[in-house]
Nanobody, 124 residues
Framework: QIQLVESGGGSVQSGGSLTLSCTIS????????YAWFRQRPGGEREGVACFVEPGDARYAESVKGRFTISQDNAKNMVYLVMHNLKPEDTAMYYCAAAWGSLQNVLKDYEYNHWGQGTRVTVSS
């Protein structure tokens, strides 16, 4: 069993940048694939970025070119670097982990480990 704790959220102005961090603890086998999801106010949870294999990332169209997911195995950390933030990026952001391979990309039902979330607010 692993535990995920997100940090790094905050309030920024449109065009700004933030880096979210996900601290991984517990059983940290290499077999996990990590992802970031978000839930906008009044909206459903949606996939933002994920690894389909170690080092091979996929992104939602809405964040492609602006967000980057990365992983530091030595530190047991996963990051989401966000640039050129827009008001529509305002959401609670969640780190998630799935064991083994994915059948579908950026789908929350593929993941069975979740953090509590960190809030990002982007003002215009």
């Amino acid at each position: 069993q692993i535990q995920l704790v997100e940090s790094g959220g905050g309030s920024v102005q449109s065009g700004g940048s933030l880096t979210l961090s996900c601290t991984i603890s517990g059983r940290t086998d290499d077999g996990y694939l990590y992802a970031w999801f978000r839930q906008r106010p009044g909206g459903e949870r949606e996939g933002v970025a994920c690894f389909v294999e170690p080092g091979d990332a996929r992104y939602a169209e809405s964040v492609k070119g602006r967000f980057t997911i990365s992983q530091d195995n030595a530190k047991n950390m996963v990051y989401l670097v966000m640039h050129n933030l827009k008001p529509e990026d305002t959401a609670m952001y969640y780190c998630a982990a799935a064991w083994g391979s994915l059948q579908n990309v950026l789908k929350d039902y593929e993941y069975n480990h979740w953090g509590q979330g960190t809030r990002v607010t982007v003002s215009s």
